[in-house]
């Protein structure tokens, strides 16, 4: 997701190329007004006169049309995603929202560290959360962008009922080039099936509510796996020449614990306060490389492919932690790790 902010966040820098489009009597509009209509009871009126105002973003398109380029190696990608004063803005939001980070953890069983970090790593703390239009990115996408417009017509769907139960209007809100909004980079169906009120006043804001944003963190990672008290990830000696043969992009398949156990993985680091999962937990293999060409090796359990439902990324969810245990060790009084 952060990429995706990154890249947006330079494109509004200049002028949008921006295209007016007869989106209210195009035949597949008017078929998603009759299912807003009859399925949820949405008003014609109100999405006809929405669509007449959307405009189609060419530089969502190209974006979306770009080629797919090779992730940076780990020791380029940490710096640009966790790097900066983002430990220190990390922190800070600690801090200021301790007691809902401290809800949260009860409630969903995420520790704060961990949902303060993908905060940290999605939009620095509600630094870039995106400028365009999320009406003019969601049509663009769902009526201008074939290879992905089933995906994108369904986000469409779920922002108007969004944004009528948010009582905004759909010209109102603003997030990423892909629909992405508020702190935490919620696409609209995400927002309405994961987003809670945690501040309990009878409105889910993910744009300024410190609480709603917290609880609604924790709330998406525990509604897609998350084990409470699990581990994420350990650190591992360097493996034997046949299990390094079989990483696949940085990553290995995932078996029983005790397999890994059994072949000879020999976990380096392990705080006192962490338990190991049973011996049948599944678990995998990744490798991070280093600045000085040299790899290291990681034993990743269930809570970090939990991570990787945020973004689907060895690096995201590696980088995702490495925040949080950094943060883990300030709460401790200790230094916290600088990756090499």
């Known amino acids: 997701m952060l990429l995706r902010q990154s890249i947006a966040l330079l494109l509004t820098t200049f002028s949008f190329a ?25 008003d014609a009126a109100d999405f006809d006169n929405a669509m007449a105002q959307a405009r189609r973003l060419d530089q969502v398109i190209a974006f979306m049309d770009a080629p797919v380029r090779a992730p940076a190696p780990w020791h ?11 430990f220190a803005r990390a922190g800070e939001f600690v801090r200021d929202n301790n007691t809902a980070l401290r809800r949260a953890e009860v409630a969903y069983g995420v520790p704060p560290e961990v949902v303060a970090a993908i905060i940290g790593v999605e939009t620095i703390y509600g630094r870039i959360t995106g400028n365009f239009r999320v009406i003019d ?10 290879r992905r417009a089933e995906f994108f017509r369904e986000e469409l769907k779920q922002f108007f009922l969004l944004s009528r139960e948010l009582k905004r209007s759909p010209l109102s809100i603003r997030g990423s ?39 609604s963190v924790a709330s998406f990672l525990a509604g897609h796996g998350w084990e409470r008290g699990g581990v994420v990830m350990l650190p591992v000696a ?26 000879g993985v020999e976990i380096l680091r392990k705080d006192a306060n962490v338990q190991l999962p049973a011996g049948d ?22 809570n970090f492919y939990v991570i990787t439902r945020y973004n689907r990324s060895r690096m995201y969810a590696s980088s995702v932690w490495s925040l949080a245990y950094a943060l883990q060790r300030l709460s401790a009084k200790s230094s916290p790790p600088t990756p090499r």
């Open 18 to 42: 921006s295209h007016a489009q007869d989106y209210v009597n195009r035949p597949e509009v008017a078929l998603l007004r009759g299912e807003l209509a009859t399925e949820h009871q949405f």
């Open 137 to 146: 990115a969601l049509a663009t996408l769902a009526f201008d962008y074939p």
């Open 76 to 86: 380029v990608y940490w710096p640009r995603h966790i790097g900066g004063d983002r």
């Open 281 to 302: 937990a599944l678990a995998g293999l990744i490798s991070l490389d280093r600045a000085d060409g040299e790899n290291e090796y990681w034993i990743t359990f269930e």
């Open 177 to 215: 080039f892909a629909g992405a909004m508020g702190w935490p980079q919620f696409m609209p169906s995400s927002y309405r099936k994961w987003a809670v009120d945690f501040d309990n006043d009878q409105r889910i804001d993910l744009f300024a509510s410190r609480e709603d944003i917290v609880g």
């Open 238 to 263: 360097k493996p034997s020449a046949a299990i390094l043969a079989t990483f696949d992009g940085g990553l290995t398949p995932r078996k029983a614990f005790s397999e890994w156990q059994a072949a």
